[in-house]
């Protein structure tokens, strides 16, 4: 007992959680950039295959699962003992261990890192890919490499017409992959507070990069043909849209460092809006803008980077390498350290391994993978992969199957918190929104019958949706 004491004692000295100082502005950053992340990059190649209403239909079902989803994980974490004012240290994991089995808390987390994993490996992909292309803007159109498949070499090369400089089917460590490392790793070793401002910073610049893409795809001419009503194929359609929806699984320890003035459901309702604008946006316009390059391993940002002198004037030219550049540094470097911080974070909190070690899993264990990935279809593959069978499942499943614990849970005594949450000045409206919460339904078992059946309902109809939508998903991997 001494010695697990003692071990215990060691972890939360090595380990400094933040402090409870994001306010509102940074709490959105944080979500925002999560779901803004790398994947947004695949929507004009999708709407493009697929039409823009098979995607634009599956966009707002994940967005109202993601609403109701982040409601009742938030409902859960107030159901955990004495955590009702979210004052407890409640991970993923915590909640986890908490409501299920041993083993399915053990196979739940496995998954949350396995889905923490495949996001950061795609961030870092996409990140250097772009900061090759830029490498090779300044140097000739030459970017640099070590390369240790088929060859051990250093070399420099060049290409126009793929997602690197380097062409497909090598193994190497470029320029831009070791420009992501320097900026990236070490903010993973930071909390999440310390993160605040890189976030805020990284948010602007995305709204900017985003805003600009869409005066180029107008200055190139927005041609309807290349979106049509439905396309031609579906194909992966269901693992690109899935994979975007993330930020769910942020959650638990974004509120663990957030104020405690920050209303957690208006930040997450606000996220979900800016992040389906953009997605429809930048989906429509981009597909009608660019010729049809789904059947390519291209992305949004290497046909940006891919404009040519005869399609467009040097400053439309210039706009889009700046943009690309800012957007991929800033999404994808804000997003790098978040899901280290994430994963060290659990690791830590389960006690599965120490400081160091988490530290080498979540921060350097990413960047040996992407290596392999890096060239060809890495990208969209882990995309794929992450999408259908982690993302869904982590993000828009588990969070029901948690609220339905805690609503069977004999134990539960957590006080309702309408009128703690009161104001002077929106009483009656926050009053009456919060009575139909989740986070309502779990605070009282003596509480409305006829609410608690509504949301357990809910829950059984939303996890029910999101398996639906991942079979079919993960059956389209295999046609």
Not at 91 to 113: D, N, P, V
Not at 299 to 310: D, G, K, P
Not at 321 to 350: C, D, G, H, K, T
Not at 449 to 456: E, F, N, Q, T, V
Request: hydrophobic share 50%; proline share 4%; charged share 15%.
């Amino acid at each position: 007992m001494e010695c697990e004491a003692s071990m215990e004692q060691e972890i939360a000295d090595a380990l400094q959680f933040g402090a409870k100082s994001i306010g509102m502005l940074g709490s959105i950053a944080v979500l925002l950039n999560n779901i803004l992340g790398p994947g947004i990059a695949n929507f004009s190649g999708l709407y493009q295959q697929t039409g823009w209403l098979p995607p634009s239909f599956t966009i707002l079902i994940c967005v109202i699962s993601s609403m109701v989803s982040g409601d009742m994980l938030l409902a859960a974490m107030r159901a955990y003992p004495e955590n009702s004012e979210f004052g407890v240290r409640v991970e993923y994991g915590t909640l986890c261990r908490h409501y299920f089995s041993r083993k399915t808390a053990l196979l739940f987390q496995c998954l949350f890192q396995l889905a923490m994993l495949c996001a950061n490996i795609s961030n870092i992909i996409q990140t250097a890919q772009v900061l090759d292309y830029f490498v090779a803007d300044l140097n000739h159109g030459k970017s640099c490499a070590v390369m240790f498949y088929p060859n051990v070499e250093a070399f420099c090369h060049t290409s126009s017409t793929d997602v690197t400089p380097f062409g497909t089917d090598k193994i190497v460590l470029s320029l831009g992959m070791g420009i992501v490392a320097l900026l990236s790793i070490p903010l993973g070793y930071y909390n999440l507070e310390d993160n605040v401002v890189v976030q805020n910073v990284a948010m602007v610049v995305i709204l900017l990069s985003t805003f600009a893409w869409f005066s180029i795809f107008a200055s190139l001419g927005l041609d309807r043909e290349r979106v049509p009503l439905i396309g031609s194929s579906l194909h992966n359609m269901g693992g690109t849209i899935l994979f975007n929806f993330m930020f769910i699984s942020t959650i638990p320890s974004w509120v663990c460092e957030k104020k405690p003035t920050v209303r957690p459901l208006m930040v997450i309702g606000i996220t979900l809006l800016m992040a389906v604008l953009g997605y429809m946006l930048v989906g429509i316009l981009g597909g009608m803008a660019f010729k049809p390059y789904y059947m390519t391993d291209n992305t949004l940002l290497s046909e940006l980077n891919h404009i040519s002198a005869e399609e467009a004037s040097s400053v439309v030219r210039i706009t889009a390498l700046v943009s690309v550049q800012a957007y991929a540094i800033s999404a994808n470097l804000a997003s790098i350290p978040i899901f280290s911080i994430l994963m060290r974070y659990n690791l830590i909190e389960s006690h599965v391994c120490g400081p160091k070690a988490a530290g080498a899993v979540s921060v350097l264990l990413p960047f040996g993978v992407s290596v392999l990935l890096y060239t060809g279809e890495g990208f969209k593959d882990i995309v794929d992969f992450s999408g259908t069978f982690t993302s869904a499942l982590v993000n828009l499943m588990v969070p029901s199957l948690l609220f339905l614990a805690a609503l069977h849970r004999d134990d539960i005594n957590v006080r309702t918190n309408v009128v703690e949450e009161l104001s002077a000045r929106s009483a009656r409206l926050r009053a009456r929104s919060a009575a139909w919460s989740a986070s309502s339904c779990v605070a009282s078992n003596d509480g409305p019958s006829g609410l608690r059946k509504l949301w357990r309902i809910i829950a059984w109809v939303n996890l029910l949706v999101m398996v639906a939508l991942t079979t079919v998903s993960i059956v389209d991997q295999f046609l």
